[in-house]
Nanobody, 125 residues
């Protein structure tokens, strides 16, 4: 019912910035929040940032707080993740996902039913 397409990944040096986009489309259902997750090889999937569609409440992992900003453009049905001061540890495949769960749960991957295919972010030092 919800299709998600990520874009904006690439390779940057440490200290650089990238902005990821998650384009959304829906044929039905209810989406309360959209979140960005990341997963590096050999590591667990990590919830990075989430936004509640109605109201715009945001949630961040401690590891990115102060460096990353999640936002939305309702007219474009697009969710953004602005990533500043990137570190090598930020290297991962980044996914966006949609859930009907309450905002407090939106950084938990278990609550998300719809997922994009990911966009790769590589940070070198």
């Amino acid at each position: 019912q919800v299709q998600l397409v990520e874009s904006g990944g690439g390779s940057v040096q440490a200290g650089g910035s990238l902005r990821l986009s998650c384009g959304t489309s829906r044929t039905g259902g209810y989406t309360n929040c959209v979140a960005w997750f990341r997963q590096a090889p050999g590591k667990e999937r990590e919830g990075v940032a989430a936004i509640v569609i109605q109201g715009g409440m945001t949630y961040y992992a401690d590891s990115v707080k102060g460096r990353f900003t999640i936002s939305q453009d309702n007219a474009k049905n697009t969710i953004y993740l602005q990533m500043n001061f990137l570190q090598r540890e930020d290297t991962a495949m980044y996914y966006c996902a949609a859930s009907s769960a309450a905002g407090r749960y939106c950084l938990d991957s278990d609550v998300h039913l719809y997922w994009g295919h990911g966009t790769q972010v590589n940070v070198s030092s």
